[in-house]
Nanobody, 124 residues
Framework: QVQLVESGGASVQSGGSLRLSCAASGFIDSSYCMAWFRQAPGKEREGVARMDSYGNTRYADTVNGRFTISRDNAKKTLYLQMNSLKPEDTAMYYC??????????????????WGQGSQVTVSS
């Protein structure tokens, strides 16, 4: 069983920064593909960033250049550094994991394991 627990969400003003963390436990190792998704009220859950076991990363166009995904395999922790935050970044942010390689699709159904979410609110 794999458990993912996010933390670090908060309310910030536009232009501010936050770092989200996702602590993993259970049968999960560095070979897993890890990702961040977000879901705003009334909207579909969307992929934000992902990282494979080799450290290769992909970002959604809406956050590219502002967000950075990283992972500490020794601590089994995934991070999302978010800079230059905008009101449209307001959402519940979820950590997700899948065994093996990342897939090209951003579909949420490609990921089996999910955290409970951490709320990020950006005010103008």
């Amino acid at each position: 069983q794999v458990q993912l627990v996010e933390s670090g969400g908060a309310s910030v003003q536009s232009g501010g920064s936050l770092r989200l963390s996702c602590a993993a436990s259970g049968f999960i190792d560095s070979s897993y593909c890890m990702a961040w998704f977000r879901q705003a009220p009334g909207k579909e859950r969307e992929g934000v960033a992902r990282m494979d076991s080799y450290g290769n990363t992909r970002y959604a166009d809406t956050v590219n250049g502002r967000f950075t995904i990283s992972r500490d395999n020794a601590k089994k922790t995934l991070y999302l550094q978010m800079n230059s935050l905008k009101p449209e970044d307001t959402a519940m942010y979820y950590c997700a994991a899948r065994a093996g390689a990342c897939v090209v699709s951003w579909s949420r159904y490609s990921y089996i394991y999910w955290g409970q979410g951490s709320q990020v609110t950006v005010s103008s």
